[in-house]
């Protein structure tokens, strides 16, 4: 395993070498990088020596290998300790003017922040929204401790202690590690069903949730298979893409991929209907009314669900009201191990950076898995999901 431990400008930055010489005696891989703060407070000749690596300080530094994109495609988690106010609130703004920021907001794995600071900027309003704002955007906190501080008194802001930071990282190396050597299939985007060669129903779908779900599942071991549907946005490096556009392209494709996967997560928002003639040539515009008859599609989560076999099939049920009575129905008619209950009312949902996700299963499990950003949400539905499948 391979961690990315970023050090600031804080008292406490010389725990932070106790912290790499622990990882390094666990055969634990360190690339270091310090603030220009933090190498007011400590060496980096001392991360230099412990990790036997070269420290980093500069994001201009051998700017042809790309330091802040390299470092973090290589590491498994980033990990700040201590992470100080003017850092948090750097991230939390999206601020990327050295190597450590710019290299965190680049990141897809697991970040983890072990903040440590005077108690009263750690209880400003300020560093607490900033650390809210993290956490939903899935950052890990490993909140500060009350103890002795720099400033001679006690209080709130003393850095974690080693023991709590290592506990942080070892739960983050178990997920990455969580879907090794399983088969994943996922659905995601809308169907288009045409009704001449121009013109389709769709709906509002871009497949964010599928994709964000396709790539946290390819960052935990997963061979993924993503079925997309007409989409935008990018599908993930690093999984086999298959593309459909109606629903009954999609139910081909996912009958023949998704039956024999490990685990099974539909979330393509499938058109209940199609048109029932196609028209070969464009509708001429006449100036009068168009009636468009619809016949129903094929039922896709149905059709998995009575051939899954041992896959474990999670389906997405995008509801407006009486999200769970409708969603745990669907469970049941529908043969799936677990549904996560979209909610699509206002503002959440289709085409918004935000969700926010319940998970139902059996007769009576729940999870909230809260309002956060989809990559946070999909790693959160994971986690769930993983121990679900431990279980069963
Ligand atoms: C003696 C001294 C101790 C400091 N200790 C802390 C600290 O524990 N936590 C913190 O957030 N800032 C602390 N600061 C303030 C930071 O060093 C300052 O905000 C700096 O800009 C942080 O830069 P960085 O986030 O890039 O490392 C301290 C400053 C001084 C002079």
Same mark, same amino acid.
């Given at each position: 395993m391979r961690v990315l431990l970023g050090v600031c400008g804080?008292?406490?930055?010389?725990?932070a070498a106790a912290i790499a010489s622990t990882l390094v005696q666990r055969g634990v891989t360190i690339d270091v990088i310090m603030t220009a703060a933090a190498q007011r407070f400590i060496a980096p000749l001392t991360f230099a020596s412990l990790t036997a690596r070269p420290v980093y300080t500069s994001l201009?530094?051998?700017?042809e290998r790309i330091p802040h994109i390299r470092l973090v495609r290589e590491a498994d988690v980033a990990l700040v300790a201590p992470a100080t106010a003017n850092l948090i609130a750097k991230l939390a703004a999206g601020i990327a003017d050295d190597l450590l920021t710019s290299a965190l907001l680049a990141a897809r794995i697991p970040r983890i922040l072990a903040p440590a600071m005077n108690d009263a900027m750690y209880e400003d309003g300020a560093t607490q929204a900033n650390l809210r704002a993290l956490q939903a955007r899935g950052y890990e906190i490993v909140d500060p401790e009350r103890g002795f501080l720099a400033e001679r008194e006690s209080g709130?802001?003393?850095?974690?202690s080693p023991e709590r930071i290592v506990d942080a990282l070892d739960r983050a190396f178990a997920r990455r590690r969580s879907l090794q050597g399983k088969r994943v299939a996922i659905t995601a985007g809308p169907t288009r069903e045409p009704f001449d060669p121009v013109r389709f129903a769709s709906n509002a779908s871009t497949g964010a949730t599928g994709i964000a779900l396709a790539r946290e599942a390819a960052l935990r071991g997963a061979a993924v298979t993503l079925l997309l549907g007409p989409t935008l946005l990018e599908p993930p490096a690093g999984v086999d893409v298959v593309r459909f556009s109606t629903a009954q392209e999609l139910c081909a494709a996912a009958l023949q991929c998704a039956v024999g996967a490990d685990l099974t997560i539909a979330t393509a928002a499938v058109a209940d209907w199609r048109p029932a003639h196609a028209s070969d040539s464009k509708l001429k515009k006449s100036g009068d009314a168009l009636t468009v008859a619809f016949e129903p599609n094929p039922d896709v989560l149905a059709a998995l669900g009575e051939r899954k076999g041992n896959t474990f099939l999670v389906g997405f049920a995008a509801e407006t009201e009486d999200h769970e009575r409708h969603a745990r129905a669907k469970l049941r008619a529908k043969h799936l191990d677990a549904i996560a209950v979209n909610?699509?009312? !206002?503002?959440?949902?289709?085409?918004? !950076?935000e969700n926010e996700l319940v998970l139902l299963w059996g007769e009576d499990g729940r999870r909230e898995l809260g309002r956060a950003d989809k990559a946070t949400l999909a790693a959160r539905l994971l986690d769930a999901v993983g121990e679900l499948m431990r279980c069963s």
């Open positions: 804080g008292i406490a930055a010389y725990k201009w530094d051998a700017p709130m802001g003393r850095l974690a909610d699509v009312a !206002g503002e959440r949902g289709f085409g918004t !950076g």
